[in-house]
T-cell receptor, first 119, second 114 residues
């Protein structure tokens, strides 16, 4: 079963507008972390934001915020005031504790969403 | 300053000719990962080291091997590259493997097999 699902292969947004990138996840582990990474065409993975499963508040980092809905198992990334430099592939990822199982420490990625920001 | 460094950035190898990709880190992190990422796909974990303990993913082909001679360096060896092994290879590190630990990635090595 897919652990991380990003249903939007591509998204378009106008410069200065906000955009939401969807991410849903599946885990039975009570303790897990959710991450968003940006991957420009150069290939490097750039960490954007983190949300822990026990965090009561949604994470925010500058223009990035995470809309965490634990009961729905969703962790959508919101980018406010989009910039041309935001055009990239965006990956949602999850790390489970696994408690000694094979998933311990493993960072699993979704399929990614290509974001294009139009001027 | 780059904290996870992968060399080379671009590698061209011949079909069947062994190739080694390298990764070094200045973070003193105890966990190092190798991911394979094919075009427009999610990175796929090949294996990782937790200190000296090697953890191979069940579906990683035997053609892929790894070495970690010390904390700072980790190598990915592809014994007999096939055309299907052309991909971006990403190295990452983390301090521990808890659910809240961020992974730091290198810039990747783009492998072409001719």
């Amino acid at each position: 079963a897919q652990k991380i699902t990003q249903t939007q292969p591509g998204m378009f947004v106008q410069e200065k507008e906000a955009v939401t990138l969807d991410c849903t996840y599946d885990t039975s582990d009570p303790s897990y972390g959710l991450f968003w990474y940006k991957q420009p065409s150069s290939g490097e993975m750039i960490f954007l934001i983190y949300q822990g499963s026990y965090d009561q508040q949604n994470a925010t980092e500058g223009r990035y915020s995470l809309n965490f809905q634990k009961a729905r198992k969703s962790a959508n990334l919101v980018i406010s005031a989009s910039q041309l430099g935001d055009s990239a592939m965006y990956f949602c990822a999850m790390r489970e504790t696994g408690a000694g199982g094979t998933s311990y420490g493993k960072l699993t990625f979704g399929q990614g969403t290509i974001l294009t920001v139009h001027p | 300053d780059a904290m996870v460094i992968q060399n080379p950035r671009y590698q061209v190898t011949q079909f069947g000719k062994p190739v080694t990709l390298s990764c070094s880190q200045t973070l003193n992190h105890n966990v190092m990962y190798w991911y394979q990422q094919k075009s427009s796909q999610a990175p796929k974990l090949l294996f990782h080291y937790y200190d000296k303990d090697f953890n191979n993913e069940a579906d990683t082909p035997d053609n892929f091997q790894s070495r970690r001679p010390n904390t700072s360096f980790c190598f990915l060896d592809i014994r007999s590259p096939g055309l299907g092994d052309a991909a971006m290879y990403l190295c990452a590190t983390s301090r521990g493997a808890g659910e809240n630990t961020e992974a730091f990635f290198g810039q990747g090595t783009r492998l072409t097999v001719v």
